[in-house]
C-alpha cells in the first residue's frame, strides 16, 4: 500500500476506482485496515465512501474484526466502516448499487439506489396484496425477495406475462391456492415496476 493518499474525495475520484496491494507475507485484513484508516480518515464519512470487495463472507466477517480492533486501539467510540461486498455473491449488483455505472457505459441510465427500490417495492407490495400485506421489516425483507427474483427473471429474459400463462399455470395447478395468489401478486407487482 505504498500510494500517496488522495487530496479529495470528491466525485471525480470516483470515476477511477484506486487498486491497491497487500504483500503476501502481511496479515490481509490488520494491514488493510491500517493502511485506510489513515488515508482516508476524515472527520464524517472518510471510511464510509469506500467500497472493499472481499473474496467470500469470512473475509468480509475478519476485515469487520480489524476495523473493530483498529478502533479500539485508539479508543474510538464509533467508526463508520467502508461498504464491504462479496465478490461471488449472487447479490453482489444489489450491495454495489450504482457504485460501478459511470464506467465504460455513459449511455446506461443509473441503477435505482437499493433502499430507494426495497421502499418502493415495498409500497407496491402493500398496495397490491392490501390488508394482507406484511408489515415492516417481513414486507421489507419481501420487497427484497421480490426484488432479486425479477432481477434474475430479467436475466433469463422471462417476463410477467409468462408467470401467468398456461404453462405455469399447469404447474402450478396442483398448489395451493395461496401459491397461485403469490403468483399472481408477483406478476402484478413486476408489471408495475416495469411500467
Keep these: 500500500m505504498s500510494r500517496a493518499p488522495p487530496k479529495c ?13 497487500i504483500a503476501a507475507h502481511r496479515g490481509f485484513a490488520d494491514a488493510l485496515v491500517a493502511g485506510l484508516v489513515p488515508r482516508y480518515r476524515e472527520a464524517e464519512f472518510g ?6 470487495l472481499l473474496p467470500s463472507s469470512r473475509a468480509q466477517r475478519i476485515v469487520t474484526e480489524a476495523f473493530i480492533r483498529h478502533a479500539g486501539e485508539e479508543d474510538r467510540a464509533g467508526l463508520l466502516m467502508p461498504r464491504m461486498a462479496v465478490v461471488g455473491d449472487l447479490d453482489l449488483d444489489e450491495t454495489l448499487g450504482a457504485l ?18 426495497w421502499l418502493a417495492l415495498a409500497r407496491l407490495i402493500g398496495e397490491e396484496m392490501g390488508s394482507d400485506a406484511p408489515k415492516g421489516a417481513t414486507l421489507l425483507r419481501l420487497a427484497r425477495e421480490t426484488g432479486a427474483t425479477m432481477d434474475r427473471l430479467l436475466v433469463e429474459g422471462i417476463g ?3 408467470l401467468i400463462g398456461d404453462n ?25 415496476w416495469l411500467a
Design 168 to 192: 405455469v399455470l399447469q404447474l402450478v395447478g396442483d398448489l395451493s391456492a395461496h401459491w397461485q395468489a403469490s403468483l399472481r401478486t408477483f406478476a402484478r407487482v413486476q408489471a408495475r
Design 47 to 52: 471510511l464510509a465512501r469506500l467500497t472493499l
Design 100 to 117: 460501478l455505472d459511470p464506467l465504460g457505459a455513459p449511455d446506461i441510465p443509473r441503477a435505482i439506489d437499493p433502499t430507494r427500490r
Design 9 to 21: 474525495c470528491g466525485v471525480a475520484d470516483a470515476r477511477h476506482p484506486q487498486i491497491y496491494s
Design 160 to 162: 410477467p406475462e409468462e
